[in-house]
Each structure stands twice: as structure tokens, then as C-alpha cells.
């Protein structure tokens, strides 16, 4: 066997008289080792084996990054490299107290104290007593994270924190040392995969020439995301071609490359509730379009919003005080519009501490905002008209209001509505 085994001051020493087993060999047959997960694999090794005391892994829903790190975890066991590794997987109901009480169980510790400060230093202070390395794996973290909370030391040469989440943003926040993200298979891998998951060359009963077209079709919709791969070639096993063919329309609507669209003005609302919804919305699986800030040029949207746009199943409409401030906003609620009439696309208004009756009348400071637009553009322009069109319309249209309260409760309310409808165009096992 192989060992590496790690000192404290972050070295070590490697002997090699066996080769080392593949990744699939710890997956049990969960994980596919394609060229492109090696290389992801091998990055992901060197990680855990170097002086940084930090990574994250960031990558879509459904690529693949749980099964990896649990493989990973499993063979970084067992050469030794770590002499514990606890694995905590955050959801939706997830927090301080539960993640606490995951570690300690691992760890066979008991809490002396109560409080969340004080159960972390208890944790904090058995991890540093621990006389080997240690990895602790939080597995789909949301932003804003600090392992530091929970009681895990982020700058100790005995314990090393790896971290998975959907998005490079949410990695940079975490302050990872070291971000490796985990693209799509490739169409090569993907078409592999979904082979193997539909047993599509085993089953004789089909015409290979009359199916064939129709499941790399199919394979190819799936985006190269492992699990929806998975999911759809198991679900289309030994099927009649016509739920092929049936499967084929879903994916096609269903897999937008956006699936949500969020509309908002980016100075109220970016770093507080549209911030939070774009997180749980990506944590609960949903393809969600934020723009980043970095799109804006010139006196007209760019084609890159104009795609997302289109590209989505439902657009999120978060009128907060300012909005009608923005041209921009304005151009994207003309387009959302658009979209809604031709696309049938999904628009939900969210009437952030706003009232829909003064965006309808264009009162208060959405009246002085569409005044000033009169002053620059004329009070005739097409374009301001577009823009009290879709503000008198959207204003309409049946939505949610906020003005007080938690706003978690009102975001997982919003993100329980649109799971509804996700669950109708989802693909149901017989």
C-alpha cells in the first residue's frame, strides 16, 4: 500500500511501492473516472496534500461534486494522508446547532456548553488536541459561510476545510485558498454516461436507426450534469420510443439554460434580499440568472442579458423603490414582457416595501422616476411609453408582497412555489 502520511508542518512523505487505486475504486460505482474528472480528481489530490488550509469546489447542480468529494474522502482515508475526516452535507434546514452536533457525534465529543459560541469553542479546542490531520468536508455550503462559526479552526496545520457550492461567487466569499471548479462532461462523456444508465445498446426491442438520433438527443439536453443524466437514462430504460420522443420536448423547455431569471435594481436590493433569494433558489437546484454587475455598457442592455432572458422559464421581478430609477431595469421589464407574450415565459412581480397600486399609478418615486425619464427622453418617447406599459402590466399581474417580517420565511415561500412548478415539467418515474 501506499501512504502519505502528513506532519504538522504541512510536508510529506511519500513512498510508493503500489499503485494507487483509482478514484472509481472508492466510489462504488457511483463516479465514471472520464478524462475530465481525473483531471478535476488529480487537481482536487495535490489540494489536500499542499499547505493550504482551505478549498473550494464550485460547480452546477447535479455536476457531480458530492460523489466526487466523498470518493475523494474515501481515498484520502485511506492512504493515510488524514487520520479523521468528517463529512457534514448542509441543506435547506441546516443550521449552527445541527452542524455542531454532526461534528461532535463524529468526533464522540459531548458538549459541556450550550450556547452556539460556546459549543464552537469545544470544538475548536478538540480539533487542536487531535495529535493527527484531519479534513472536514462541508459539502453545498451557502454564501456567506464561515467554518469558523461551527468551531472548525481555518488556519491550523493539523485540520483542512473543503468546501462545495454552485458558484464561484459563493467560493470567493468563503476565502477559499485554493477554488477549483468542476465543469459539464463533455458531450463524449455525457453520451458514455447516459449509455450505460438506459442500457441503450442492450435492449434489442428498439431499431437502433430509429432511436438512435432521438437518445443523443436526449443525452445531450441533460447539459453534461451527472445526475440528471443519470436520472433521465434510468427513467427512459426499456421505454416506448414515443416517451422518448416525449422526454426530449421536457428537456427541451425544461433545461433553459436559465431556468430563472431575476430582475432587480442592483443598488437596493443586490447585497440583502435579491442576494439571499439567488442563493436559495441555486440551492435548491434551480438554474438562476443574477446579473452580476458587469454587464452594463452603453445606453442599452447587453446581448448576454437579452439571452438569459429568453432563455428562461420564469422571470423574478424584485420592484423595490428604486427600480424604475434604472433604464436598464426598465429595458429588461420591457423584454421580461416580451417574453411573457411570445415565449409564454413565467413572470412573478415581488413588491419589495413598494406598494403595486404606486408602480400602477406611477406615484411616489416611481412618478418621479418616470418623470425624469420624460425630462431626458420626451414625454412621447416610444421608449418611455414601453416602459409605463410594462410597469401598468406587471403591477397587474397576481405576485407577493414584503414590508415586514422574516425574510427567510417569505424567500422559502417563493422558493416552495417554484419548486411546484418545477415538479410539474419534471420528468416522473412510473
Request: aromatic share 10%.
Amino acid at each position: 500500500m501506499e501512504q502519505n502520511t502528513k506532519v504538522p508542518s504541512g510536508n510529506y512523505i511519500q513512498e510508493s511501492s503500489t499503485p494507487i487505486p483509482s478514484l472509481e475504486h472508492f466510489s462504488s460505482g457511483n463516479l465514471m473516472c472520464f478524462n475530465s474528472r481525473e483531471k478535476i480528481s488529480d487537481q482536487l489530490f495535490v489540494a489536500l496534500k499542499d499547505d493550504s488550509s482551505m478549498i473550494g469546489l464550485y460547480g452546477s447542480q447535479g455536476s457531480g461534486k458530492t460523489t466526487l468529494v466523498e470518493a475523494m474522502a474515501k481515498k484520502v482515508k485511506y492512504l493515510e494522508i488524514f487520520h479523521e475526516v468528517l463529512f457534514v452535507k448542509v441543506t435547506q434546514n441546516s443550521n449552527i446547532r445541527t452542524m455542531q452536533d454532526e461534528i461532535a457525534n463524529s468526533l464522540n465529543m459531548k458538549f459541556d456548553k450550550n450556547s452556539e459560541s460556546g459549543r464552537a469553542r469545544e470544538i475548536f479546542s478538540t480539533i487542536e488536541s487531535m495529535n493527527c490531520p484531519i479534513l472536514v468536508i462541508f459539502d453545498n455550503v451557502p454564501a456567506k459561510f464561515d467554518p469558523e462559526d461551527i468551531g472548525i479552526p481555518c488556519n491550523s496545520n493539523r485540520c483542512k476545510i473543503l468546501l462545495t457550492t454552485c458558484c464561484q461567487k459563493d467560493c470567493d466569499l468563503l476565502s477559499g485558498q485554493r477554488e477549483i471548479q468542476l465543469d459539464p462532461l463533455s458531450r463524449l462523456e455525457a453520451w458514455s454516461l447516459f449509455q450505460k444508465h438506459s442500457c441503450f445498446y442492450d435492449d434489442e426491442k428498439y431499431s437502433r436507426f430509429d432511436l438512435l438520433n432521438v437518445a443523443y438527443e436526449v443525452a445531450l439536453e441533460c447539459e453534461g450534469l451527472p445526475r440528471t443524466i443519470k436520472d433521465v437514462g434510468s427513467f427512459l430504460k426499456s421505454r416506448p420510443i414515443e416517451e422518448w420522443k416525449t422526454t426530449l420536448d421536457i428537456l427541451k423547455h425544461s433545461m433553459a439554460k436559465w431556468q430563472i431569471f431575476l430582475s432587480f435594481r442592483g443598488e437596493d436590493t443586490r447585497y440583502s434580499f435579491t442576494g439571499y433569494l439567488y442563493q436559495a433558489l441555486s440551492q435548491a437546484g434551480f438554474k438562476t440568472f443574477m446579473d452580476d454587475g458587469g454587464l452594463h455598457t452603453g445606453d442599452q442592455i447587453s446581448p448576454s442579458l437579452v439571452n438569459a432572458i429568453e432563455a428562461s422559464r420564469l422571470s423574478i421581478i424584485v420592484l423595490s423603490e428604486n427600480y424604475a430609477n434604472s433604464s436598464w431595469c426598465l429595458e429588461e421589464l420591457v423584454k421580461i414582457r416580451e417574453c411573457m407574450k411570445l415565449k409564454n415565459q413565467l413572470v412573478w412581480p415581488i413588491f419589495y416595501k413598494v406598494d403595486p397600486s404606486d408602480i400602477r399609478h406611477l406615484r411616489k418615486c416611481y412618478g418621479k422616476d418616470m418623470d425624469r425619464h420624460e425630462n431626458n427622453f420626451g414625454i412621447n418617447s416610444e421608449r418611455v411609453q414601453k416602459w409605463r406599459s410594462a410597469l401598468f402590466e406587471v403591477s397587474n399581474l397576481s405576485g407577493k408582497a414584503y414590508t415586514t417580517g422574516y425574510e427567510y420565511e417569505f424567500i422559502q415561500k417563493i422558493v416552495e412555489d417554484a419548486n411546484r412548478i418545477k415538479s410539474r415539467l419534471q420528468i416522473r418515474r412510473a
